[in-house]
């Protein structure tokens, strides 16, 4: 999708699109907790934030597709989307970063991003016009980062599995933070073209 796309099919806000969403977002806290527990003294629950993890990424497969299918595409499911996306990856980070199963310059690399995103949302929001819309290739690198991260947690272990998971692990992360920068570069050239758009037509 880009910064401008098609109108807005509704303003509801109890879509089952939305209520996918807004779940994904409860679930952030229950993940950070779960991937935590052992840094301070509790057992060790990564299948169990795993399985939140799981369940995410279902859940952000199904509310974007049912909300284009059922005509629910509305202002605040674009919002709560991109939203959860990005504090599952924020809460993740900080959770492999914490436990060193990440290393600290990858988290540098990926905030940056963010960051980078934040100031063209700024950007954006000064001349009037609404968060740049997720586009594909955006979504692809969400997904890489979302098949990373699990197998990342998963080799933090020992066996071949373990092994076999870091191998994966490690090839989904390395797409997944190239495609998050190429993305986040065509949202800085669709901010400029918008900002220049509107600067020539008034």
């Not at 795993?50 to 974007?64: R, T």
């Amino acid at each position: 999708m880009e910064v401008q796309e098609t109108a807005v099919q509704t303003d509801r806000v109890l879509t089952i699109p939305n209520i996918l969403s807004a779940a994904r977002l409860v679930g952030v806290p229950l993940f950070l907790w779960l991937i935590l527990r052992p840094e301070f003294g509790g057992p060790q629950s990564d299948g169990w934030a795993l399985l939140v993890l799981a369940l995410s990424g279902i859940s952000d497969y199904l509310d974007g597709k049912l909300a284009r299918r059922w005509n629910q595409i509305s202002s605040l499911g674009r919002v709560l989307d991109p939203a959860a996306d990005r504090l599952y990856i924020l809460s993740t980070l900080v959770g492999l970063t914490w436990r060193e199963i990440l290393p600290l310059w990858v988290t540098c690399v990926l905030l940056a991003r963010e960051l980078l995103l934040g100031v063209m949302v700024l950007i954006l929001r000064k001349h009037g016009f609404p968060p740049p819309q997720v586009n594909f290739l955006g979504k692809a690198a969400t997904f890489n980062l979302m098949y990373a991260f699990p197998l990342l947690l998963l080799s933090d272990g020992s066996g071949w599995l373990a092994s076999l998971a870091a191998i994966f692990g490690w090839a989904f992360a390395g797409w997944g933070t190239t495609l998050y920068w190429w993305a986040g570069i065509l949202y800085v050239v669709q901010v400029r073209r918008v900002i220049k758009a509107a600067a020539t037509a008034d």
